[in-house]
């Protein structure tokens, strides 16, 4: 069985700071981990996943986010927030690349930006 | 290329009636996953059908069903509706085995259960 676990159903950051949001995920086997971002009333959006290989990803709108086996975790980072970065992140895995065996989603962090 | 598609938007039911979402996925992908919404339990895998197949299921009741078509297109039917099934139910498609399967997610439909 997998789970993931997002530290922080809320995060505030001021614009031009740095975002964190942690996730770390437990699993029998090696994962494919994803983060996904959710604006009001939209769907969810791919920010990025690791598969295989390099361990640092990098995705859509200057987001990365690094797999750390030893530390089972799939932190996001960005190094400037912006105003438009507001709404919700959740962190996912699968057994797949692509994860069409059914993704399993953390609870998600709400991203505030304050000006 | 189009998005994945999801009609209708929003819907309103009372208890006891069933509904039928409707998604469309993007051109060329074969695989349709459903997923379930709440505020409580967050987002929740419901199934996911490739090439008019279930391959993979979730852990709902058998109130929660679905099936695809020949041209991809899904649709998901939940029979006697109960309160705890107001949720947003988003549909995703994806390519497998290809170098670019990835989830692509639609807009959602929001079911409210009066």
């Known amino acids: 069985a997998q789970s993931v676990t997002q530290l922080g159903s809320h995060v505030s950051v001021s614009e031009g700071a740095l975002v964190l949001l942690r996730c770390n995920y437990s699993?029998?086997?090696?994962?494919?981990l994803f983060w996904y971002v959710q604006y009001p009333n939209q769907g969810l959006q791919l920010l990025l996943k690791y598969t295989t290989g390099a361990t640092l990803v990098k995705g859509i709108n200057g987001f990365e986010a690094e797999f750390k086996k030893s530390e089972t975790s799939f932190h996001l980072t960005k190094p400037s927030a912006h105003m438009s970065d507001a709404a919700e992140y959740f962190c996912?895995?699968?057994?797949?690349?692509?994860?069409?065996?059914?993704?399993?989603f953390g609870k998600g962090t709400h991203l505030i930006i304050q000006p | 290329k189009a998005g994945v598609t999801q009609t209708p938007r929003y819907l309103i039911k009372t208890r006891g009636q069933q509904v039928t979402l409707s998604c469309s996925p993007i051109s060329g992908h074969r695989s349709v996953s459903w997923y379930q919404q709440t505020p409580g339990q967050g987002l929740q895998f419901l199934f996911e059908?490739?090439?008019?197949?279930?391959?993979n299921k979730g852990n709902f009741p058998g109130r929660f069903s679905g099936r695809q078509f020949s041209n991809s297109r899904s649709e998901m039917n939940v029979s006697t509706l109960e309160l705890g099934d107001s949720a947003l139910y988003l549909c995703a498609s994806s390519l497998p085995g290809t170098s670019t399967d990835t989830q692509y997610f639609g807009p959602g439909t929001r079911l409210t259960v009066l």
């Open positions: 059908y490739f090439s008019e197949t279930q391959r």
């Open positions: 699993s029998s086997v090696p994962p494919y």
């Open positions: 996912a895995v699968s057994l797949s690349g692509g994860g069409a065996d059914g993704l399993t």
